[in-house]
């Protein structure tokens, strides 16, 4: 994992993408593809952002993207290569009351495995957040040049031409605010009108198959459950666990409490859906930026259109669609508007 301390890189990228999430992975590899020299850094431990698998013994589950739907073209085309390479497939497209849906497809072994696979030959800095981002310039060749510098919380700087940032908009706000950044106020306005649910996540192992009916998700749209999904059906883990997703109101409300007291309540309320089988250990993880409930009209957003700004672009799941896709489709739309305002 190169720095930009390391003897091999540059000492400016072309672009830095903050966030290796399915935007900023989608969009680095659109960027790379154009010859650009890319590093995308991001705070987690692992790959994919709200892909996120977790084990707890010998059980796995998926805890926050279930599935992807695909109905853009380029986009069905970039799963069927996924499928090819092993990275996905379809998990069902039926269900009870539902017989002829559309596909949903997952990632094999987990969702993360997409993200994996997006980041082969990729430039990623893990566990390394971004605390500040500003405008600056670096001696570069003998020219002062408008770039990009961001102050990483192992006290690195990197510096870069272009910067991509795909957090949660708030976090995203937080940031710009970090370096005194203007956004122009139309700018502004749209990106404080974005907003997310958070989600209550439960993983609990079981001592026995649950009563969950074939394909091994339920979605609900009343009650303290909002979807609970049967990691073994599912083909995810090897041993009984399930993932019991909080709605969104419950959710709201038992945000700030007992992370495993409100898990409690989930798995109790979960009860007809486990049949016999028993919890034998659970974690709690909570998504405060879930899924967007009001995202932006446009793909990405060029915040260094019509500035001063070196290249600025925003993307992520509240720009394209509030899903997987949405954020893929955002991510190559950012890469796009970058590779325009550098060339
Ligand atoms: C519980 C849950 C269930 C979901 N279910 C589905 C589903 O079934 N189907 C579906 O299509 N979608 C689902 N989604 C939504 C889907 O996961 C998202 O739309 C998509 O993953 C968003 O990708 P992204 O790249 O926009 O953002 P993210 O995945 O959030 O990526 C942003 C990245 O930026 C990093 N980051 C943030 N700030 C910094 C910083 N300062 N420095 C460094 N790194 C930083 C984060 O660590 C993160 O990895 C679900 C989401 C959740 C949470």
Known sequence: MPSSTDSNSPVTWDVLIIGAGLAGLSAANDL?????????VDKGRGL?????????????????AQFMTARDSRFKASVAEWIEAGVAEEWYSS????????????????????????????????????????????????????????????????????LLIT?????????????????????????????????IAV?????????IPVPGATAFDEGPIGWISDNLQKGVSKIPAVTIHGSGDFSAEHYENDKMHSGQILIDAAAPYLGNAKVTEYQVHGWRYSKPTVVDSEACM???????????????????????????LSGWAAAKSLIAALS
């Open 167 to 199: 957090s949660p908009v708030p976090q995203t706000i937080d940031l710009l605010a970090s370096g005194n950044i203007a956004v122009p106020a139309d700018k502004q306005v749209r990106l404080d009108r974005i907003d997310y649910e958070a989600c």
């Open 203 to 211: 993983m609990a192992v079981l001592d026995g198959p649950t009563a």
């Open 302 to 328: 060029l915040l260094s259109e019509s500035t001063d700004l070196p290249p600025l672009a925003l993307a992520g799941d509240a720009f394209a669609g509030p899903r997987f896709e949405g954020a893929v």
């Open 48 to 64: 994919g952002g709200r892909l996120a698998g977790r084990r707890i013994g010998d059980a796995t589950f998926d805890h926050g």
């Open 32 to 40: 790379q593809q154009a010859g650009l020299k890319v590093l995308v």
């Open 95 to 162: 269900y009870p009351g539902h017989p002829n849906g559309h596909p949903r497809y997952r990632g094999v072994p987990t969702m993360t495995a997409v993200a994996k696979y997006l980041a082969t030959d990729m430039n990623v800095l893990r566990t390394t957040r971004v605390d500040s981002i500003r405008q600056g310039s670096v001696q570069d060749v003998g020219q002062d040049n408008q770039l990009w510098l961001a102050a990483l919380d192992n006290g690195d700087t990197i510096s870069a031409k272009a």
